[in-house]
C-alpha cells in the first residue's frame, strides 16, 4: 500500500532513529510533529555534536533521547523512521518489527508521497555530479521540480509541502537502496520513471556484507521498473552490461562510445542520443567540467533528462549553466605556483583513481581516511602510474601503503620513486608536506579514496579543511618578505 499522508496519521506514536546532521533525521521528525504525532528522536550522539539538529526542532514538543538508544522506545511506539545508514537486521529494528510496529525511511516516505515522475541516480561514484547535472536540466524544463535525497536536505516534508507535479530527481546511495527497493517491490514506491546507475565497483564492504548485497542494493532501483520505464546505463562497466539483459525497463545503453539500440554517448565533441530510430545531439563544447569521468556524468544526464522531461532545450541550457558541485575536482586556487584541488567526495578508490587520471601535471596526492575495506590495488597501481608523491592519512593510510608498496613495477622508469609520507591523523601536517613536495606548476590533489569518519564529521568538513589549508598557505607566499 502507498504511503500518504491518512495512512501516517493513524500512527499516534513516532520514533525517529538518528537525528543526523543532513536533514533527514530533522527533517521526518518535523514532519510527524507537524502531524500532530507525539514523536521521539533517539540518538547515539551526544546532544553537544548534535545542538543545531535539536535546535532546528525548537518549539514544536519533541522528546529527545540522546547518547543512546532505548530498546523501549523502538518497542513502545507505533511506527519507526530509521537512520539509513542503520543496517535493516540492527537488533533495535529487529525488537520493532517483533511487535509488529513498521520500520520506514525518511526517503522511503518522500519517494512514497511523491504523485509526480521520478528519476533516481545510484552508483559507486559520479552519482552526485550526475543527479546535480539531471536536476539542473530538468529544473530548465520545470522550476518546480525537486531533488534530493542522499545529497542531503528535507526531502519529506518539501515533497508533502507541494502542491505540483513538477518532477522529482533522487539521488540515492545503496543505503537508501537497502531499504527502498523492498518499497518499490512492495508497492509502497511507485518505479522510478527513469532510474540511472553511473557504475558499480567494491563500495561499502564494511556494511554491505559482501559485493553480492551491495550490488543487489543498486539493481533493487531497476528491478520493478514497468516496460515504458527507463534504465540509464553505463554499458562501458562490465557488471552494468551483465545486469542490463535482466532490466524490465527500456534501457538506454550510455556510454563515451556507441553501444547500439537506445544509446546515448559522445560522437566527436557531441552527445548522441538515439531513441525510436531518430538522433538528438548536443554539443559539448558549453560543458564546463573537466575530465574524462565528467563526459560519462553527462551522458547519463542527457538520457535520463530527456526520457524524463522530453525536452531538448531543457537538456542543452542545464549542459551551459552547470557548474560542479564542491569537493569534486574543485578547483581550490594556487598557492607557491601550485594549484589545490580539493576532491574530498572521492571517498571509493574508483573515484580517486578517475581524480588522478584528470591530470597531466606533477601530482601529489593526499589520501586515506576511514577504511571501508575496499580493495586498493587498482588505486595503487594508479599512485604508481600517476603520482609524483603520496600523503597519507587516516587508518587506511596503513594499507593504502602497503598496497602502493607492493605494486612498484606499475611506476613507469621515466619517473623518479614516489615519496611517501604518513601523517597519521595530523590533516593539516599532511596538507602542508603535500605542498612542500609539489614542484611549482605541480597540483596537490585532496582525492583520499576513503570516508572521513573519525577525523572529520563528514567529507564536507574535510574538504573545507584542506581549502582552508590552500588559501592560509597562499597568503603567506603573498605576505611581503
Known sequence: MRYSLETLRQYPRVTVMGLGLFGGGAGAARFFARLGTSVTVTDKAPAEKLARSVASLDGLGIRFVLGEHRESDFTGTDLVVANQAVRPDNPLLEAARSRGIPVVTETGLALGLNQSPWAGVTGSSGKSTTASLLAEMVTHHDADALFGGNIGGDLLTRVADRQTDAPLVAELSSFQLVYVGPDIAEGRVTPPRVAVVTNLAPNHLDWHTDMDEYVAAKAGLLRHQRAGDFAVLNLDDPRLAAIAATVPGRVIRCGLHDHGGD??????????????????????????????????????????????????????????????????????????????????????????????????????????????????????????????????????????????????????????????????????????????????????????????????VNYEERGAAFAEMARRLARRDAAPA
Open 263 to 456: 544509446a546515448c554517448y559522445i560522437r566527436d565533441d557531441d552527445i548522441v542520443l538515439r531513441l525510436d530510430g531518430g538522433e538528438r545531439i548536443w554539443s559539448l563544447a558549453p560543458f564546463r567540467l573537466p575530465g574524462r569521468h565528467n563526459r560519462y556524468n553527462a551522458v547519463q544526464a542527457v538520457a535520463a533528462a530527456f526520457a524524463l522531461a522530453g525536452d531538448a532545450d531543457a537538456v542543452a541550457a542545464g549542459l551551459a549553466s552547470f557548474g560542479g558541485l564542491p569537493h569534486r575536482l574543485e578547483d581550490i586556487g594556487t598557492a607557491g605556483g601550485r594549484r589545490f584541488i580539493n576532491d574530498s567526495k572521492a571517498t571509493t578508490p574508483e573515484a580517486a583513481i578517475i581524480a588522478l587520471d584528470a591530470f597531466d601535471e606533477p601530482v601529489t596526492l593526499v589520501a586515506g581516511g576511514y577504511d571501508k575495506e575496499a580493495p586498493f590495488e587498482a588505486m595503487a597501481e594508479c599512485i604508481q602510474r600517476r603520482a609524483h608523491a603520496l600523503v597519507l592519512v587516516g587508518p587506511a593510510g596503513v594499507r593504502l601503503r602497503d598496497a602502493v608498496e607492493a605494486a612498484p613495477s606499475a611506476r613507469p622508469a621515466s619517473l623518479p620513486p614516489l615519496t611517501i609520507l604518513n601523517g597519521g591523523t595530523e590533516f593539516e601536517w599532511a596538507v602542508r608536506q603535500a605542498y612542500v613536495l609539489t614542484p611549482p606548476g605541480g597540483v596537490v590533489l585532496l582525492s583520499p579514496g576513503c570516508a572521513s569518519y573519525g577525523m572529520f
